[in-house]
């Protein structure tokens, strides 16, 4: 760990970063070369392995050798992350506070919301009054 750099899941993630996390989400734990191979616009090996080597030093993967190669899975679970991701976002744009998301999300000028998500929604509210 880079001293300065935090592990907390809370910072942004570059592009190419975005796009292990989520492919590491999906295969649980993959080396360079199966990420480099399922990549978009795949970046030379080299690239991915210094990406990865970043991504290990800021605290977002974890690896263990397996005979010659690395394999790596991240170092955060896919909740904990997609809660950080959130709680991000509403900090930065909804001054920390969920109902002016929604507010948002349901706003006509802003989504063409179809009736089955109009009741998904109210399912989910109803849910967490219950």
Known sequence: MVPGVSKS???SLARRE???MDLLYQLGEASAQELQERLPDPP????????????HEKGLVTHRKESRRYLYKPSVSEKTA???????LLSTF???????????????RDQNLSDEEIASIRKLIKKQNS
């Open 44 to 55: 030379s090996y080299s690239a991915v392995r210094a990406l990865l080597a970043t991504m």
């Open 9 to 11: 899941p809370n910072q």
């Open 82 to 88: 997609k809660r950080s991701a959130l709680n991000q």
């Open 18 to 20: 975005r796009q292990v």
């Open 94 to 108: 909804f001054e920390g506070r969920p109902e002016k998301l929604v507010a948002s999300l349901l706003d006509p």
